[in-house]
Nanobody
Framework: VQLQASGGGLVQAGGSLRLSCAASGRTLNRYVMGWFRQAPGKEREFVIAITWSGGITYYADSMKGRFTISRDNAKNTVYLQMNSLKPEDTAVYYC?????????????????WGQGTQVTVSS
């Protein structure tokens, strides 16, 4: 599975961004797709994920109410809508995929990683 992420950029606090991740190379039934992020000097952090078959979503607590994830089956694309952004959301965001329909929050459990896209939130 190849993952191509896009949509990062610079936004002011309180603003919104939408990240996209297009998957290719395999059908995604029984896959989990999601996002991690890594801020400078910090470990990679689970953000959000969705099961491709059932559309069940999982959120890190700090993102609930602000971030949503959705998928477009026809386009093999997953979207991360980020609202009410805060400076602490600044990080490189990585699209990930896991060949399972069980969501985990540990980076090593995800088999495929996109190239990362920078999100910078200014105060």
């Amino acid at each position: 599975v190849q993952l191509q992420a896009s949509g990062g950029g610079l936004v002011q606090a309180g603003g919104s961004l939408r990240l996209s991740c297009a998957a290719s190379g395999r059908t995604l039934n029984r896959y989990v797709m999601g996002w991690f992020r890594q801020a400078p000097g910090k470990e990679r952090e689970f953000v959000i994920a969705i099961t491709w078959s059932g559309g069940i979503t999982y959120y890190a607590d700090s993102m609930k109410g602000r971030f949503t994830i959705s998928r477009d089956n026809a386009k093999n694309t997953v979207y991360l809508q980020m609202n009410s952004l805060k400076p602490e959301d600044t990080a490189v965001y990585y699209c990930v995929a896991r060949a399972s329909d069980i969501v985990t929050t540990t980076p090593r459990s995800y088999h495929y990683w996109g190239q990362g896209t920078q999100v910078t939130v200014s105060s």
